[in-house]
């Protein structure tokens, strides 16, 4: 059963904009915390952005932060990504996660399949 499906990712310029969306299955998205984390070949996965349950929490990397915006829809079970600004250095697979807690990719109970984010120079 899929629990979370994540789409939007394509290839994009140095400088361009790009939102990526999730949306859940079942009571996922009763998930205390969800977000996005990020993996680029040969590299480890990254921590990204999380969201709250009720959107207020937001927390962000240093390398994204003021840059993207994450926002969820619980009654649409979904989760969006917002990305600004884009660089080579940002050309990842974005994974959806949920049930976790911390920054840490060892701590997500539930991952999605990912979408490929790639921005050229």
């Known amino acids: 059963q899929v629990q979370l499906e994540e789409s939007g990712g394509r290839t994009v310029q140095t400088g361009d904009s790009l939102r990526l969306s999730c949306v859940g299955s079942?009571?996922?998205?009763?998930?205390?915390?969800m977000g996005w984390f990020r993996q680029a070949p040969g590299k480890e996965r990254e921590f990204v952005a999380a969201v709250s349950r009720d959107g207020i929490g937001l927390y962000y990397s240093d390398s994204v932060k003021g840059r993207f915006a994450i926002f969820r829809d619980n009654a649409k079970n979904t989760l969006a990504l917002h990305m600004e600004r884009l660089t080579p250095d940002d050309t990842a697979l974005y994974i959806c996660?949920?049930?976790?807690?911390?920054?840490?990719?060892?701590?997500?109970?539930?991952w999605g399949q990912g979408t490929q984010v790639t921005v050229s120079s």
């Open positions: 079942g009571d996922i998205f009763k998930s205390i915390y």
């Open positions: 996660a949920a049930d976790f807690e911390g920054r840490s990719s060892k701590n997500v109970k539930i």
